[in-house]
């Protein structure tokens, strides 16, 4: 018997000991090269599908066979992870009977003040996905700004945001707030009146979907060549369950499409604890902390110096909901397509700026507050695009966090050449005139560039982390499975898997 049988055999007889723990049935399997797995079916293991793009299967492994199932999905050299086929859930929490009835939060970001400035409330060139429940596309205040959408959930091209006792229309409500058209008597405006909504269904009535069906929306929306993505749900996971998603996102972020994602409502700081696609930290991404009507932190929303870029009003926000009907809902989720719909507005009026200079100017254009996040700020709609309309210089990156030794690259948008740039603490990092900086030591600078005009431009605190004691997040040789128990039998028989390796 060899020595992988025997590791087999051994692990096998240990799950006949272990007591009953449910796992996922369901499994993520990413593949290393495009050939077909002629050796992958087997009777306790059965394809589902296969997502060329994201270039895995999902498969389905039978009850009481997973430890059987995953090892011989692992002993395929063809395999380069499994994780489960998660599920992810939508951001909203519960609004109290004393919630604002007013649209507080267009008045609070001075949206009609930008409107005014820009001359246009948007343009329908400019597409926003909103990938959620799916949406009431009939609902008269949305109509006018709605596209062709897709529901994942059962293959069709009918989106309709299905109501349910966990789900009173997120969708819709997300919806609203980019782009409810504000010319309905007694309805609603969203901060992009004039835009191209593509609603994108992947959560079900109960607010749930799983991760498979939410990669398949991030990479359809890339096909459709939209704007930005507005993404208000995730799950607690970690980076190597989540690295499929991630992968998506990063497809996104090659394509030059925005994705602006919840923080999500644990209240919880995201540099220690981690929830995906929040956490991912790609350069296309906007990560939204929640906002209260006096500009401080619902007890609920997430923050996070490094992992979380900004905050935006969450909380008792009044937009549309199914059957031509408005109301309340709180949450990360209603922070984000605030951004989303902000974002799009911005992209109406100079369709040249790149993600992360959009993420750097709603980041330098905000209000200061005292909510914990990159920038501690909340967006301000006029300030942003006042800046794009008038050409305002300002530093991108605005605002992040850098490992010892890290380096990356500063730009002044909107300045003349020739440039320089300098470092108010060159013991924490060193930049150059070119705009390329080196993190040197812990602790916090900011950098200042000067144009040839003579007009300044510095960015917020410039965090530097000084060791393994200043990185965030959560070891990532966690167990995948959910089961310490199963993992270690997994880890056992296969232990130069990455998801069995301490960092």
């Not at 799950?235 to 994602?261: D, H, T, W, Y």
């Not at 200061?368 to 942003?384: L, M, P």
Request: charged residues 15%; hydrophobic residues 40%.
């Amino acid at each position: 018997m060899t020595s992988f049988m025997q590791k087999a055999l051994r692990s096998l007889l240990i799950v006949s000991a272990l007591s009953t723990t449910a796992l996922a049935s369901e499994y993520i399997v990413k593949y290393k090269s495009p050939v077909a797995f002629t050796s992958l079916a087997t009777t306790d293991v059965q394809v589902k599908n296969h997502h060329e793009l994201g270039q895995y299967y999902v498969v389905d492994i039978k009850e009481g066979q997973q430890i059987q199932g995953l090892i011989h999905l692992f002993s395929n050299p063809n395999v380069d992870y499994v994780v489960p086929n998660a599920r992810m859930h939508a951001f909203n929490v519960p609004v109290s009977s004393s919630a604002t009835q007013t649209q507080w939060a267009i008045s609070k970001i001075q949206a009609e003040k930008a409107w005014q400035r820009a001359g246009n409330k948007g343009s329908r060139k400019v597409v926003v996905a909103v990938i959620d429940t799916g949406a009431d596309f009939k609902h008269k205040n949305l109509a006018p700004n709605m596209i062709t959408g897709y529901d994942f959930i059962n293959n069709n091209d009918n989106p309709m945001d299905i109501t349910g006792s966990e789900n009173p229309g997120h969708g819709t409500h997300c919806s609203g707030i980019i782009g409810a058209t504000g010319v309905i008597e007694g309805g609603t405006v969203g901060i992009s009146p004039e835009v191209s909504i593509m609603p994108l269904r992947f959560l079900d009535q109960n607010g749930g979907g799983n991760l498979d069906n939410a990669i398949k929306a991030i990479d359809y929306a890339i096909e459709k060549h939209v704007d930005v993505i507005s993404a208000s749900w995730g799950a607690p996971v970690s980076a190597k369950e989540a690295q499929p998603l991630i992968e998506a996102i990063a497809r996104a972020e090659k394509a030059g499409v925005m994705f602006v994602v919840a923080a999500s409502n644990d209240g919880k700081n995201n540099d220690t604890f981690n929830v995906y696609p929040a956490n991912a930290g790609l350069s296309n991404m906007i990560s939204v902390a929640a906002s209260s009507s006096n500009d401080s932190k619902p007890s609920w929303s997430n923050y996070g110096r490094t992992k979380v870029n900004l905050a935006s009003p969450g909380e008792g926000i009044m937009s549309t909901l199914p059957k031509d009907k408005y109301g309340n809902l709180s949450g990360t989720s209603m922070a984000t397509p605030l951004v989303a719909g902000l974002v799009a507005l911005v992209k109406a009026q100079d369709a040249s700026l790149k993600p992360t200079e959009i993420r750097a100017l709603l980041q330098a254009s905000a209000d200061k507050v005292s909510i914990q996040t990159a920038c501690d700020c909340r967006v301000n709609a006029f300030n942003a695009i006042d800046t794009v309309i008038s050409k305002k210089m300002f530093i991108s990156p605005y605002a992040t966090t850098l490992a010892k030794g890290e380096q990356t690259q500063f730009e002044a948008v909107y300045g003349k050449a020739p440039l320089t740039f300098t470092s108010s603490n060159s013991s924490v990092g060193t930049i150059d005139n070119a705009g390329n900086f080196t993190a040197t030591g812990g602790g916090d600078t900011t950098v200042t560039v000067t144009d040839a005009t003579g007009v300044t431009a510095t960015s917020y605190k410039i965090y530097v982390k000084g060791g393994k004691a200043d990185e965030p997040g959560q070891p990532e040789g966690s167990c995948v499975f959910g089961n310490p128990k199963i993992c270690a039998i997994i880890c056992e028989t296969f232990p130069t898997l990455s998801s069995c390796q301490q960092n």
